[in-house]
């Protein structure tokens, strides 16, 4: 009986370890109302051996704290011969930053233009190439040692840009003004591999760590890079911030009202302090329509049934918002707490788990609107034409939302009983006693002496 057991405690293992992963890369759901930091300065750790590709650092965003963090640079092993590495990067859409996650695959795509160095450079990947089913390193842009790395080569990069600087995202007041290139387009409709669960793990325990969060090290982080995923212990810490940093008093991800007139700012957000070179907004949404009979559909969350407060509820969702980016954000599921601990803990998966679909549906979402949107813009489309897709944009962000909803609804644990335990063993009544009733039940036996 002992196999199954173990079978079962590592399959187990294997399926926290691929939530975890998908929890940990699906921060990119909501909009953040201000930049990330500039990247900080740092050495790259020595390469541990081959096969195993850089992957530079980034600032990633905990919604609990509404707060940057720091995810040390680190050396990862490639899930499979062939493939590299395509960094994450943040992106202002019209309304925020929004975070787009990297992915493995046999050719490096857009990752926004940002300069990560070392190999990274804005465009593509200088940082090496497989030659045989052999990973070679350029040991111009790469700290490698041919002790630990036979394969290896040099090839010297120049960098055309005329300004240096360490901006962390694309587009908005001060970001790169890069765009994705023909064979970026090639790249993206590749077959991808996820973020590895080592990867993950280095999200992981760094959002673990208080200092890394930018308000407190206000773009130094004290661990820049690791040799390994999760090895802190012997970390590269930055020299220095990238560009001075303080993070806004009214820090927090964007919650915008479409009824509001602020809602659709016509002008750029507010200057970032954190990078230079502005990028030219594109135009002003038009104005959401006025709401139709047909768009009056009652929700679930208006039922008289579904009235008892959630917890997962608690936050005020506009009814008639028109795009993800306008409904506030979903709060994290309450950890279920039924009494069965292995119960709670599927639960609790399962939880996460839809969790994050649902974020990744309003990123996708919000994507292709916002696709349309250019669409519209480079088309100059009339007021008709743009007021007919922003009602099909609301209708599509209502029925995700109803959907999302009737999820949660369903993901609700059942209450634990408090009801008294059944008595085994019922003493008899005391001489001249009526008896118990027995609710339809046979009449029992009187007991042995």
């Known amino acids: 009986m002992r196999i199954p057991a173990l079978f079962c405690s590592l399959l187990f293992g294997f399926v926290m370890v691929v939530l975890l992963a998908s929890a940990s890369f699906a921060q990119i759901g909501i909009a953040v109302s201000f930049g990330p930091p500039a990247l900080p300065v740092y050495e790259q750790p020595l390469c541990p051996g081959e096969g195993f590709i850089w992957v530079p650092g980034y600032w990633a965003y905990d919604y609990d704290y509404e707060d940057y963090y720091w995810v040390p640079g680190t050396w990862v092993e490639a899930p499979e011969v062939g493939y590299l590495w395509t960094p994450g990067y943040w992106a202002w859409n019209g309304n925020g930053f929004i975070f787009h996650d990297g992915y493995w695959g046999q050719r490096v795509g857009f990752y926004g233009g940002i300069d990560y160095g070392y190999g990274y450079f804005g465009e593509g990947y200088q940082g090496g190439r497989w030659d045989n089913g052999r990973f070679y390193y350029n040991q111009s842009v790469n700290n490698v040692n041919v002790t630990n790395v036979r394969y290896v080569y040099n ?38 591999i996820a973020p590895v669960p080592a990867q993950a793990q280095q999200v992981q325990t760094a959002r673990s760590h208080t200092d890394l969060r930018a308000s407190v090290n206000h773009g130094r982080p004290p661990v820049a890079a690791t040799s390994r995923p999760a090895a802190f212990q012997a970390a590269v810490p930055a020299r220095q911030a990238g560009a001075p940093y303080n993070p806004p008093p009214n820090r927090g991800a964007a919650r915008a009202n479409p009824n509001a007139p602020e809602a659709r700012p016509a002008s750029p957000p507010p200057a970032n302090p954190n990078a230079g070179g502005a990028r030219p907004e594109t135009a002003p949404r038009p104005n959401p329509p006025a709401s139709r009979p047909e768009d009056n559909i009652p929700r679930p969350e208006n039922r008289p049934e579904n009235n008892a407060p959630r917890p997962e509820n608690n936050a005020p969702r506009p009814p008639n918002a028109v795009h993800p980016n306008d409904v506030s954000p979903h709060q994290r599921p309450t950890p279920p707490n039924t009494g069965n601990s292995q119960q709670d803990q599927r639960m609790q998966q399962q939880q996460e788990k839809i969790y994050n679909q649902q974020q990744q549906e309003h990123q996708k979402l919000q994507q292709r609107q916002d696709q349309e949107h250019e669409r519209l813009q480079q088309q100059s489309a009339n007021q008709a034409r743009q007021q007919q897709v922003e009602q099909k944009h609301q209708q599509q962000t209502q029925q995700m939302e109803q959907r999302h909803t009737q999820q949660q609804e369903r993901m609700q644990p059942p209450q634990p009983s408090h009801a008294a335990p059944p008595r085994n063993h019922e003493q008899p009544p005391a001489k001249g006693e009526a008896p118990p009733p027995n609710h339809g039940a046979p009449p029992r036996p009187p007991e042995e002496r």
Do not use: K
């Open 155 to 192: 090839t010297t990069v120049v960098n055309n840009s005329t300004t240096v600087n360490r901006v962390s995202y694309n587009g908005g007041d001060g970001g790169t003004s890069a765009h994705p290139r023909p064979q970026d387009e090639l790249a993206a409709r590749d077959r991808h």
